[in-house]
């Protein structure tokens, strides 16, 4: 019996100049046998095209006559949600930039460097192994936003009006609501700020973007936007954002400790408090679901991936992975979010960025804020056991204790 081939991932590129779109042919042409092309010459075209079949990733050039690139993808993003959605622009500024990283999930520039935009696809095609739940995908294709806590919001706004406003201080408020970082982060990393590696430190990112940029998305753009009411009884944001940033000053801790490096403390600190999006994103879209895994949890002891997969389709770690793999923030960031829960799942093995997130969570809800032990701790035995380390938990906790003792503790 023959095997079964997996499906090619689906590209429709659009441009309305013909020249162009013969480039990237020419420019993709190793790719035949892997990626099923198609090019298009204008938004009306594509239009069309995609009435009459699906596709993976939708390509489309910023400028052109008639519907824009902006505009096409904001129609793709009402009809067909579970497309990949790319800009793709030579002639731009940040103000139509911060437009349509709205609507658009990454932000490429032209002309493109080839093995930018061959990555930028094989990452987003890559996506559908992470998140296989086509309500999920479509749920979080029509996705601008997550909403950021009110105080969080207001504080931004009272200290971006402010006559002696600082990206300093700025930088601080934003570190600290996982939803501003997750966007900011998204377009400080689009291709269009030609960056040479990745920015995972949040305070550079504001630096980076200025103050007048960092109001436009405030005001001008709608990116970052207030929290709607959330059931109370299911989630309590403050306590949330509270554990989130917790986490994340755990997960520097434990990078510390390792003895990893600079890059990768930040790194740890950055996926600690974006560890739980895949949480905020149940509960504000998907409330009445969340809800009842939350009563499965608390009610009947069911462990909490068991009744988010089952009432869900899917775990917090997976929708979250997959968010922001979508929007474009690195690999080793998405895979720590995507396997915090299971770090002996994940692709890099050893003390991988999802084990330190694992063992930052269960310092934080397996200890007292004294940082005394509170009980039994969910570890993932098999991660822990291959690491050939028996005792590391038993010495993270002790190093934790003595950092409590001296004050340290973050």
């Known amino acids: ?237 403050d306590l949330l954002w509270s554990r989130s940033l917790r986490v994340a000053c755990s997960a520097r801790f434990i990078a510390q400790h390792e003895d990893l490096n600079k890059k990768s403390q930040d790194d740890a600190f950055l996926a600690g408090m974006l560890q739980d999006l895949g949480t905020l994103l149940f509960a504000s879209e998907l409330s009445e679901q969340y809800g009842r895994a939350c009563d499965r949890v608390s009610l009947d002891g069911v462990p909490r991936c068991v009744a988010e997969t089952e009432e869900l389709g899917a775990t917090h770690a997976e929708v979250g992975g997959y968010l922001i793999g979508l929007w474009g923030l690195p690999n080793v960031i998405v895979e720590a979010i995507a396997f915090h829960a299971l770090p002996s799942a994940a692709p890099t093995t050893g003390m991988c960025l999802a084990g330190v997130v694992h063992l930052a969570e269960r310092l934080v809800d397996g200890t007292h804020a004294s940082g005394a032990p509170q009980g039994a701790v969910d570890l993932d035995d098999n991660w822990v056991q291959s690491l050939g380390r028996p005792d590391a938990w038993q010495e993270l906790l002790g190093a934790w204790q003595v950092a409590d003792a001296s004050g340290d503790q973050p």
């Not at 162009?20 to 020419?26: K, M, N, S, Y």
């Not at 305070?203 to 436009?216: D, N, P």
């Open 1 to 237: 019996m023959s095997a079964v081939l997996a499906p090619r991932t689906s590209v429709l590129f659009v441009d309305d100049e013909a020249r162009v779109l013969e480039g990237i042919q020419r420019l993709l042409r190793s790719l035949r046998d892997e990626w099923d092309m198609e090019f298009v010459d204008g938004s009306q075209v594509a239009i069309d095209r995609l009435s009459q079949r699906p596709f993976d990733v939708v390509v489309a050039d910023m400028r052109m006559p008639g519907m824009d690139g902006a505009e096409l993808l904001a129609h793709v993003k009402a009809q067909h949600p579970q497309s990949v959605r790319l800009i793709l622009s030579g002639h731009s500024d940040t103000q139509s930039t911060t437009r349509a990283i709205g609507i658009a999930h990454q932000y490429l520039s032209k002309p493109c460097d080839a093995g930018i935009l061959k990555s930028t696809i094989s990452r987003a095609a890559a996506l559908k192994a992470l998140l296989n739940n086509p309500g999920l995908t479509q749920l979080i294709g029509r996705l601008e936003n997550l909403p950021s806590m009110p105080s969080t919001y207001r504080n931004l706004l009272a200290c971006l009006r402010a006559p002696d406003a600082s990206l300093a201080d700025a930088g601080v408020i934003v570190a600290r609501d996982p939803a501003m970082t997750v966007k900011l982060l998204q377009l400080v990393n689009s291709a269009y700020f030609g960056l040479g590696r990745p920015i995972t430190s949040v305070e550079r990112a504001v630096a980076f973007v200025g103050l007048e940029t960092l109001m436009s998305l405030v005001l001008g753009n709608g990116i970052f936007t207030e929290c709607k009411a959330l059931p109370a009884q299911w989630v309590n944001l």
